[in-house]
T-cell receptor, first 112, second 112 residues
Framework: GQQVMQIPQYQHVQEGEDFTTYCNSS?????IQWYKQRPGGHPVFLIQ?????EVKKQKRLTFQFGEAKKNSSLHITATQTTDVGTYFCAGISGGGADGLTFGKGTHLIIQP | KAGVTQTPRYLIKTRGQQVTLSCSPISGHRSVSWYQQTPGQGLQFLFE???????NKGNFPGRFSGRQFSNSRSEMNVSTLELGDSALYLC???????????FGPGTRLTVT
């Protein structure tokens, strides 16, 4: 079945540094979604990418979808303490028969 | 609009018992998905229902089952509980396959 790998598993940064998490799928994706889960909370939708090579920005967050639609990345510029949490990518391939497949997430830890 | 609600929020059960969890989706959302979240395995897809029909199913044993009612509310049942079933069970609703998911706060199940 479809697999979505996400790296790194943990990332420690100093406040103000940049952060990037990468997502790779074993199959071509029809779209990819990103979610954020704060400690003790539930995943919250951030964005969806659909087109090959698509780049979307939300303030300090930049999301990219690879040309082959098998990989994606999330980059945060100048991290703040409010960015703490786990970032998940989730992909759908083909007709979505397998539902949304989530990566295991990247835990972002920020040291003030 | 009210968000996704899940009941109960916390549950303690004994090995061998069964449990039923409930999820009420956002008004107008006909798709409900269930996920199991554990520190070791991350977010794992259980199943998805759309208009009372199971559309997708993850790789979980038959002890895990679900259903959806005509008002889109969904229930998940786990029979013959095992210690390894201890997890946060998340429900998510969405308008359709290409749309983002909205997660509920989850039910924390502890099996002793």
């Amino acid at each position: 079945g479809q697999q979505v790998m996400q790296i790194p598993q943990y990332q420690h940064v100093q406040e103000g540094e940049d952060f990037t998490t990468y997502c790779n799928s074993s199959t071509t994706l029809s779209n990819i979604q990103w979610y954020k889960q704060r400690p003790g909370g539930h995943p919250v939708f951030l964005i969806q990418l659909v087109k090959s090579g698509e780049v979307k920005k939300q303030k300090r967050l930049t999301f990219q979808f690879g040309e082959a639609k098998k990989n994606s990345s999330l980059h945060i510029t100048a991290t703040q303490t409010t960015d703490v949490g786990t970032y998940f990518c989730a992909g759908i391939s083909g007709g979505g028969a397998d539902g949304l497949t989530f990566g295991k997430g990247t835990h972002l830890i920020i040291q003030p | 609009k009210a968000g996704v609600t899940q009941t109960p929020r916390y549950l303690i059960k004994t090995r061998g018992q069964q449990v039923t969890l409930s999820c009420s989706p956002i008004s107008g959302h006909r798709s409900v998905s269930w996920y199991q979240q554990t520190p070791g395995q991350g977010l794992q897809f259980l199943f998805e229902y759309f208009s009372e029909t199971q559309r997708n199913k993850g790789n979980f044993p038959g002890r895990f089952s679900g259903r959806q009612f005509s008002n889109s509310r969904s229930e998940m049942n786990v029979s013959t509980l095992e210690l390894g079933d201890s997890a946060l069970y998340l429900c998510a609703s969405r308008q359709g396959m290409a749309y983002e998911q909205y997660f509920g706060p989850g039910t924390r199940l502890t099996v002793t």
